[in-house]
């Protein structure tokens, strides 16, 4: 069984993130990092490979961005994937989710996976759309937000909760998936992994590479405009106390309660 | 015809963010001189009544098909068929679960324009424009749509649900030929519940405990505290995920609505899923130890602290008010 893991260079969430008025896309600068919801969906793979109920022969990182994201694949090797493809295309900038779905999938359809994993959100704006994208176009059965996963062959069973409780899926071969960040805590790297993972096989490929048809990436190929950023409305911020004498503060919460007769 | 919505059901009942999502529709379309309609997908506890009486909520027209509900692929399959055989402008849902699934898929299928997340929906020159927030909130964009079908996917709670519209609605069958992927997932149960029973909707006070409480034992600080008040204990989706608490106690949009005298969050960042369920509490107090988490902007009152600190020593301070 082969695997891929769709990865994600996002901002880190540190850094304060902007528009950029001009472009009227988000301002890419500063520190980056790879989505945290994606370390969760390559332990989900390294798991199925060391599970040993099914024989996994390779674990794919695949992403898809500007040069800088390179340092993300090298971040998903260095956590397991066995190597990594990277799409990069300046006709691909301003891409919006309809057409970054399209190209992440005409990159799986060179990979031909058997199960294609992702995190179910990205720390910087699509909202658990993208896998659901990649799996119309790729034909394939999909789940998002799984907290639970067993293996079996040619087929998964998946767990999630749903809007009125717990749903059992079973998902036949080959499938696109994201995950919640509860089903698994992710490994750190080792340093030797790091070390390594400039040395595993990176694959860069073009638009033209993977099949992509012009006009369909890019703004070009997005189907969406934004016409006005604007600034969200004022509210009313409540009280804050910082704590730094924990008998003061306690203090004042008790008498805050007891003010609104919550301590009858 | 103009827009079209997706409503879910389950157990003999339509989904609130559903009936909101048909409200808006109705609303807006009136507005931009067209017609709603609704697709539902079930087999027979989908009731010719039940159908109807999204009419009272703005649908003109029912489209039924008889499938599998609780997926989004079959779903998708529908709603590309009936918006290619009757044209519509735009669909549009509630936010939820399937919501984002179905909307993403069936912009992949159209290769529509999708925007998620909408908190608002403006009605400009016949055409409709979706708000939403970005970047923590911190700034509003204003989406229009290149093509049809626009495809608009809403916040949770966004639209409001109105009642008392036209009376019943249409209810037209559907056949539907499902594609082939949409037959390889199949739902084995549904709305599992998982462990006891716990009542947390008929509680004044709420001490609700999140992933800042480190682990399952943590939640011994929210008993205590909530004991001491004469409340009860809640959580949120990612305790109850990692198996530290029932989800019979998880608040939220996949889990209960309540509406306490107070709710005292402790280690609860407040993510949208979570402000949902809990944010028409009278009076919310919260425990955080990062100035900066999101529940500080909807809470009466925040402590920016280590609740390992404060918990314990609110108990007994709360106690000893108690007992004097
Ligand atoms: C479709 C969907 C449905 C969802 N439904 C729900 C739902 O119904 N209910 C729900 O709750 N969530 C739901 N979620 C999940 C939601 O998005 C959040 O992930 C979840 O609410 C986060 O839970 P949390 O606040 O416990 O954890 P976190 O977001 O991890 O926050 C933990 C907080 O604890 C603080 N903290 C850590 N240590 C300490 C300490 N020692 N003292 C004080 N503070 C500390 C941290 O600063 C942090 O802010 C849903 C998500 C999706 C995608």
Redesign the interface.
Known sequence: MKICVLVKEVPDAAVEKRMDPGSKRLDRSGEKNLNPFDTHAIEAAMQIKEGGKVDVSEIVAVTMGPDSAERALHKAVSLGADRSVHLTDDSLAGSDVCATGYALAKVLESESPDLVLLGQQSDDGECYTIGAVVADHLKMPSLTQVIEMDTQEGKLTCRRQAEYGYDTVEVDLPAVISVGDAINEPRYPSLKAIMGAKKKQLDKRSAGDVGIEDGKVGEQGSRTAVLAINPPPEKQAGEIIEDEDTNETVEKIVAWLDERKLLA | MSILTYA?H??GEF?K?SLGAVSEAGKLASEIGGEAAAIVIGGDDLTDDLCKSLGSYGASKVYRVRGEE????PV?DAMAKVISDNGFKYALFGG???G??????L???L???????VTAVKAQDGKL?AER???????????????EP?IIIGRLNAFEIAEGGSGDAEVVDVEVEF????N???????????ESEINIEDAE?LVAGGRGLGKAEGFGLCEELAQS?GGAVAAT??V???GWYP?AAQIG??GKTVAP??YLAAGISGAIQHKVGMQSSE???AINKD?NAPI???????????LN??LP??TE??KA??GA
Do not use: H, W
């Open positions: 879910l389950f157990e989904n963010n609780g997926l989004a692929q998708v939820g679960l399937l984002f699934e179905i909307g993403a898929g912009t992949a299928r290769n529509a324009g999708v925007t998620m997340e424009v927030p970005i970047l923590q909130d911190s700034a509003i964009v204003d989406v229009d749509y290149v093509g626009g594609s082939d992927f949409s390889k997932c199949r739902v084995v149960k549904r709305g599992e519940q998982g006070i008040l989706r990612a109850v995920d990692a989800y949009q996949t005298k107070l009076n919310i107090v100035p500080f902007e909807f809470s009466d009152l925040g402590i920016v602290g280590d600190k404060i020593k609110l301070a709360v008010k108690k």
